[in-house]
């Protein structure tokens, strides 16, 4: 099996073109703010966005604070520099990193899914809340749970348009499909459909992924002594659970 994840790497170009990030990316990130305002202890300016991907979140969530970004994919890292840049971003790995200070809010979104053992997402959750201000909030969405996961499911997605080279059309087909529902992994398979001026190549990824429950999440967070909240975000047919851990004082 290759993880070797093409789109982080030789087709990361094609990122931009995977949900615009003045729609849909600004009103998740819209949810954000008002969960960090409202669980907050302490005033909040600073925010680092673990797996911050190619900026698209940064670029939302600027106006409200002053944002640094993290990632492994120095690819990635070079998109969100170009979208962002007055923002400040670091290349490396959210298991192990160390930028020596921390902020007021921590954002971990689906680059979590990448932590495909119990013990990688524990290191994760733990590196995250080691960067957190007492009184700070850290913003944790996982992409899929055990609860949510619909096995063999497939999602087809356009490239924005707004956001596509002339000439280039681009389908984005991704397949979820959980070969031992007694571990804590699953596969996503995405094929990538790309027509320059209707030339047709055809890119696939197929990572292993990580899928936890919602007990597990839980466990986690309130074993690192925080205070642990709860709530929803829907997007276009999809719910998400949202996890706000406030570090205790």
Not at 3 to 22: I, S, T, V
Not at 46 to 70: A, H, M, P, R, S
Not at 88 to 116: K, P, W
Not at 124 to 138: D, F, I, K, M, W
Request: aromatic share 10%; charged share 25%; proline share 4%.
């Amino acid at each position: 099996m290759d993880d070797r994840f093409k789109l982080y790497h030789e087709l990361a170009w094609l990122w931009p073109l995977w949900g615009d990030a003045q729609t849909e990316y600004a009103h998740y990130c819209q949810s954000v703010v008002d969960r960090i305002r409202r669980h907050a202890q302490r005033p909040v300016s600073t925010l680092l966005d673990i797996g911050c991907g190619g900026g698209k979140n940064v670029l939302n969530l600027k106006d409200d604070f002053e944002v640094t970004g993290l990632d492994l994919s120095p690819e990635m890292l070079a998109q969100a520099r170009t979208l962002n840049p007055e923002c400040r971003f670091v290349q490396g790995d959210m298991r192990t990193f160390r930028l020596d200070e921390t902020f007021d809010a921590v954002l971990m979104d689906d680059a979590i899914s990448h932590m495909n053992s119990r013990a990688d997402f524990v290191a994760a959750l733990r590196t995250a809340h080691a960067h957190l201000r007492p009184g700070g909030v850290l913003i944790a969405t996982p992409d899929v749970t055990t609860e949510s996961f619909q096995q063999n499911s497939t999602s087809v997605t356009l490239a924005a348009a707004r956001t596509s080279p002339p000439g280039v059309e681009v389908v984005f087909i991704e397949n979820r499909y959980d070969p031992d529902p007694t571990d804590e992994q699953y596969e996503a398979t995405i094929f990538y459909l790309i027509r320059d001026h209707g030339r047709l190549q055809i890119e696939t990824d197929h990572w292993t992924l990580g899928i936890f429950s919602l007990d597990t999440w839980r466990h986690v967070l309130k074993g690192m002594g925080c205070e642990l909240h709860e709530g929803r975000y829907s997007a276009s047919g999809d719910d998400y659970v949202v996890f706000s851990s406030v570090k205790t004082p």
